[in-house]
């Protein structure tokens, strides 16, 4: 039977300084039974840009509210325009030697399961098996009316149907997929309705402003319970939805290990903070272990 180790952390209120040592890392992972919480800077290195890493993009991009997408017609017609070009990027995107890492951690046994607040469904393509979507997926789409779900690359055939003389370069892909266009090209877009109903179709993702729904947010608290410890990968924690389970696990008395570049919102509730790039950490502690 693992025990698990004490790690010598007493709360104090104020962060612990960041480190590049993995050693506190690998004497965690190594007693198994830890929960993966990622963002999108595990991402990154596959060719998605993130929010608010040293490139994010919130700097340059405002993300579509999930006001905006249900209450304008214009709104949807520049999100669909956007989201139409910049979906085959997320699209051709390959995981990356972190997401083959966590894959490999979690089929030794030692990684209990994954949250990913990223929507690209990189982490199941590397291998890792019940990954909790918590922001849900590109790949899917759904009808805001019947809540029929269908397949984002049927819908991308149909888009170019109703579009055959539309052309646009990216000048910008974003992580949500969407992307910059010159706003002529926005503007000549033909939107395409549900097969099975004609209501309106959004991609089964949660929009800023918009709540995770309730039964995946209850299985990621379930999945945080029933772990040892909590592994936070790529996240700058700056939304509640990824926060709420850091802080859960701090107040059950759980280490919790955050790898990041920068700073996060969670790190006053760190057992341990390692600033590496994401890839090469994740690669020196599978093969540590």
């Known amino acids: 039977m693992r025990t698990r180790p004490t790690l010598t952390w007493e709360p104090t209120g104020a962060p612990l300084p960041r480190t590049t040592s993995l050693d506190e890392v690998v004497e965690v992972v190594a007693a198994g039974n830890v929960a993966v ?16 890493g040293e490139s994010g993009t919130l700097r340059r991009h405002t993300p579509m509210t999930y006001d905006e997408f249900v209450g304008s017609l214009e709104g949807r017609r520049r999100y669909w325009a956007r989201s139409h070009v910049g ?35 990189l982490h199941t393509a590397a291998g890792s098996a019940d990954v909790v979507e918590l922001h849900g997926n590109l790949d899917r789409v759904i009808c805001l ?75 990621c608290y379930r999945l945080v319970d029933e772990a040892d410890a909590l592994l936070v990968l790529g996240s700058s924690l700056t939304v509640m939805s990824g926060l709420r389970f850091v802080r859960h696990a701090h107040k059950a008395g759980k280490p919790v290990i ?19 790039p994401l890839g090469q950490a994740l690669t020196d502690l599978a093969t540590r272990l």
């Open 37 to 52: 919480l990622s963002g999108a800077g595990l991402s990154t290195e596959s060719g998605i840009p993130d929010y608010r």
């Open 145 to 219: 009316e019947c809540k029929d779900i269908s397949a984002r690359q049927v819908l991308d055939d149909r888009f170019t149907t109703a579009n055959p003389t539309f052309e646009a370069v990216a000048l910008q892909v974003n992580p949500d997929g969407d992307v910059e266009l010159e706003e002529h090209a926005v503007q000549s877009f033909a939107l395409v309705d549900c097969t099975a109903c004609e209501g309106v179709l959004k991609p089964d993702v949660v929009f800023f402003g918009e709540n995770v729904p309730r039964v995946r947010a209850e299985a």
């Open 258 to 276: 955050i790898v990041n570049r920068g700073r996060t919102r969670g790190d006053e509730y760190a057992t341990v903070r390692v600033d590496l």
């Open 87 to 121: 979906w085959r990027t997320i699209a051709r995107a390959e995981p990356n030697v972190g997401h083959h890492a966590v894959a490999a951690l979690q089929a030794r046994g030692l990684v209990s399961g994954v949250i990913t607040q990223n929507v690209d469904g």
